[in-house]
């Protein structure tokens, strides 16, 4: 019979190499197969701003979708009605300030924002923070991706669950072994 304490040992070794093995190997989605309202939130979650060129109907989608957190403590709201009063104002095909119909081509295809009124902002000059903030920065630009300091939390949280079980798992065949030898000696 195998001790309890390496059966132990071995399953929280098998559940750690399981927990880096998903993580490793998280598959990104298709980027052909997200529908134009995540494309608009994933174009905003970028930067901050709606770079594209979107029609009024994908828009109305992307409002109606913005999950509830960014729609309470951000301006994404305000920036896809006045992406949307753009589009509408603004035929798309065309770069100009035309005032066209307004109904649009129907086509949800993003096109790059031809905005040339419309200056860059001055951010100064970029801050190299270090290799942890460009690692943690890398692969949250997706609306729908799980940021990776939340992914580093739960791996922390889970391994000192783990930790603990193993604590609690010795002192008890410590008791146990305790007892038994008690029991010998009387």
Not at 45 to 55: A, F, P
Not at 60 to 73: F, G, L, Q, S
Not at 154 to 182: C, I, N, P, T
Request: overall charge negative; charged content about 20%; aromatic content about 2%.
């Amino acid at each position: 019979m195998v001790p309890p304490a390496r059966s132990l040992t071995a399953l929280t070794a098998l559940v750690l190499v399981a927990i880096g093995a998903v993580l490793a190997v998280g598959a990104a989605p298709a980027e052909a197969a997200k529908p134009c309202w995540e494309r608009v939130i994933d174009d905003w979650v970028d930067n901050g701003r709606l770079d594209g060129v979107y029609s009024p109907s994908c828009l109305a989608a992307a409002r109606e979708h913005v999950p509830e957190d960014i729609r309470t403590y951000t301006d994404i709201i305000d920036k896809i009605d006045a992406a949307r009063q753009e589009a509408v104002r603004t035929p798309q095909g065309t770069g100009g300030s035309g005032s066209g119909s307004g109904s649009g081509s129907g086509n949800n295809k993003v096109e790059p924002s031809s905005k040339a009124s419309e200056p860059e902002p001055d951010v100064g000059p970029e801050k190299d923070e270090g290799p942890i903030s460009s690692v943690l920065s890398t692969g949250t630009d997706d609306a729908s991706s799980i940021p990776v300091p939340l992914i580093v939390l739960a791996g922390l949280a889970l391994l000192l669950m783990a930790a603990g079980a193993a604590g609690f798992a010795h002192r008890k065949l410590q008791a146990r072994r305790g007892s038994s030898s008690d029991s010998l000696d009387s």
